[in-house]
């Protein structure tokens, strides 16, 4: 083998529906083990949020995007030895399959290591696949290539409907469903074949078992079975929609070892050296396979499988892509074995995934075979009622469990109507249906989930009945309540007690969490590492309380919109700095996903609930600190609700009440005369009406205590705001709204930075490419700012300085402004923002580590400005194509899933950079299309799209944006609406591929209906450019930059250097910020 000095890693780009943090996890794996063998590493992704991309992992970082031509232009300047395309998603494998295509790696001497490109494509072609497979006498889903709709109508005519429709080279099962009938395939198929280069349509084996293997070789064929892990739900829906279950539980022997046996000749049929996902359909009734899919790369599954196990598939695949065996390879955890072992698990683990759909306009909540969960959570127990009790709560939904008082109690004819179709509630559908006395077997034929688990959740119901009609709790039915997993305070309101009551009472009769290891020998040999669980069904625990110095660190629970890898960012390094500081810490998360959740981050690990009971349990097993403020909002949240002899390091409780609680902030403000938007607070819809007139519309309505926008609206009528009042009136019981009168026309900024005791040590300014009205989350920031003034950046820092002052804050902070001629204070947050990350590694400053230091009150300095001769421009990476109905237009509430971020000498190049990271194709057709909604918008980007005109762009427009254009002398062609089928429409550009993207601008109203009959055409323009893969931009500061960008850069290569060149170019200035 080629002697390797060097490797190219490429990572997965922006967090996205299908491709999340668990790429996070597997690239920094990777790193790890590629370092132990002396090899310089040189990155590939553009997620600045991630670990991968801090400083001390890889040797050379570019924040440029996973695509040919950038990675190419990368490995001419590297050089180097080898790639790994495996730890990056389906983003990097498919890059690395088009710079094999294009000779790339042959001319520049670079081996793909690990898994051959041959192999790859095996596994990602689907002709290819069921060719190897049959020739190998295994069983894949009888199926057929197509490539027109006359081909898949041959076949459908041949062998009936249903069928599955699936696409080669795709992401998260995109592109696939279930085709029920002739119209279903025309519709389906001729959309298809415009965006995929292949499609196939195969038998559909929905109602089948879906089972997953996950599977290590060596060079030496050495192959081993690492987890298998089954679906709750049947085939039809996709394994990340899916509950998943590890190991096993329905399976009997004979089919466990077949399909090991099965799993382990694939491997070696297809030639992986490393690791690999095998997913099959089991016919329940008579023992049939089916081969569904084979990945040749780290997955969401084998995240998932090694934290179930404590197996480390992404650090031992690295080893092998390096020529290691299996048995050279030791097991960290017992130190005693080796990699080449098949772990043994004497718990149960379960996956639940995690939905934002309310997050979406109009999108639909059913699931199916294309993925639309945007996180997961494992729990980790000894029984299944107990491990998904726990997930249901771990899911921050606002669950009790599986059952919750608060559902609305539907009948049973509502409930069978209901499980006929999959959605994101279907296990709590389950659970009333069997409440409602639906049969078991009634409830398996309309699902098919197997009757072991509709069994295992009636055994749940049945004690949520006896909690209910107990006149005295008994400690044989508490017991009983806690092994299945219900928590205290799931049992005090079904008990008509207190939380803390039921708290006391368990304690006093000694019914309490037993501690137990992740070991991964079924404690065949001691662990030498603290991965810990706590369950009651026990009777003593494996573990010591550690001694010493030590400190709890509350990570921030499952992805989700608004809480993603930028906070695990800053959880993992509080830890590690806690670390340098010589004091312990103690990790507690609840996400497969994460870095923070490897068992080796941290000194223990407890893989847990981040409940109000749960911490508590923990704190008093381990009497330490807790720190709160770098895990998000569901840790900042529990600020209020724990006693107060528990210990915070950071913000106070008093402090992060005065700053989260929208009428003690805006009333601080109003003491210090800080200038911020007219506001008021009503409890009542009489009060909100009466407070909106004073006010005046627009108006926007914010509750307290909530992350990423929750049930923020702007609203221009009294009708809209009555409608707002009764929907949200259950959130609004425990979080009061505050009405805040909406300012248009204004400039946000976010102002990052850690104190001492009032006084700021650290700071930056990040200014939002969008104006007012578009969350943060979603806005594109540009650091340091480039059109703010340096007067307005100085008001603002003097502002937030007598804010933090007054607060007498110490550790992190976020606040946020609106400036135009004056600058106004939106809100704080006396914790870690999601731009800590952005601008800790473009000033060369870590926020947290600071913020870390700080909190353990060591010695900090005030860091001095740096003058930095680049720009680093962060954009938000949308999954809009993956949920379907779901509008892209930008509002108060966020709906971005990842970022990205990319540097540049101007924000533009690095602006246009960033959105090719995110996706977008740099434009090429030379057109575009514009729809401006209302005078107001079209008046707005007369000077855009004179600017398009000027640039060369063919401008198609909608009649009324067409007349005004042609009014204003800027050249149009006009092009009908969707639905106008007398002329050319969108839709026609759409499918004929004639433009590069789309500007349409909405009017409020327009996009804030969520009816059906209401809807808009901006509405379908929108969608049909998601549906089609056709960039859309919806707001006007986004289009005018863009516009902007693309005439400066007009023809020219955008830059392509490391994140340490650019640092190199970095002055410091003598000065304090």
Known sequence: MKHIHKVLLLGSGALKIGEAGEFDYSGSQAIKALKEEGIKVILVNPNIATIQTSEGLADEIYLLPVTHEFVSSVIVKERPDGILLSFGGQTALNCGLELARRGIFKKYD????GTSIAAIEITEDRKLFSEKLTAQKLKTAPGKIVHSLAEAEVFANSTGFPLMLRTGFALGGMGSGIITGKRDLRLRVAHGLTLYPQLLLEECLSGWKEVEYEVVRDCDDNCITVCNMENFDPTGIHTGESIVVAPSQTLNNHEYFFLRTIAIQVIRAIGVVGECNIQFALNPDNGEYRIIEVNARLSRSSALASKATGYPLAYVAAKLALGKRLWEIPNSITGKTTAFFEPALDYIVIKVPRWDIDKFIRAESTIGSEMKSV?????IGRTFEEAIQKASRMLNDGYAGVMDKNFTRETKQQLLKRLKTADTMRLFTVCSAIREGVTLAEIHRLTQIDHWFLQKLENIVTTYKQLEQTVRLTRDLLRTAKQQGFSDSQIADLTHSNEAAVRTKRQQLQITPFVKCIDTTAGEFPATTNYLYLTYYADESDYVPIAGNKAIVLGGGPYAIGTSVEFDWCAVNTVMTLRKEKIKGIMVNCNPETVSTDYDISDVLYFEELSLERVLDIYELEQAPLILSVGGQIPNNLSVKLPRSVPILGPTRKQITQAEDREQFSHLLDTLSIAQPAWGKAATIAEAKKLCAAIGYPALLRPSFVLSGKAMRVLDTEVQLVKYMQYYAQLLKTHPVLITRFLEDYGECDFDGVARSGDILVSAISEHIEGAGVHSGDSAM??????????????????????????????????????????????????ASRSFPFVSKLDGVNFIEVATRTILGKKVPRFPVPLLPFYGVKVP????HKVKGADPVLKVEMNSTGEVAALGADCYAAYLTALIATGFNSPTRRAAMVTLGGERGKLALINSCRKLNNLGFTLYATSGTHMFLKYNGIHSEVIGKVFEHDQRTVINLLQEKKIDFIINLPERGEYQSTSAKTLSDGYNIRRAAIDYKVPVFTNREAA????????KWHGDALPQLSLQAYKKLTVVTKGAR
């Open 782 to 831: 540009i650091h340091p700012p480039a059109t703010m003034t340096f007067e307005t950046q100085q008001e603002v820092s003097r502002i937030a300085a007598r804010i933090i002052k007054a607060l007498h804050l110490t550790g992190p902070f976020n606040i946020q402004f609106l400036h135009n001629r004056d600058v106004l204070v939106i809100e704080c947050n006396l914790r």
């Open 877 to 880: 990476q949308f999954s809009h």
């Open 1040 to 1047: 005018d930059f863009f516009v902007d960008a693309i005439a």
């Open 110 to 113: 670079v081996k793909v290591l």
């Open 375 to 379: 996180g997961e959570v494992m729990s």
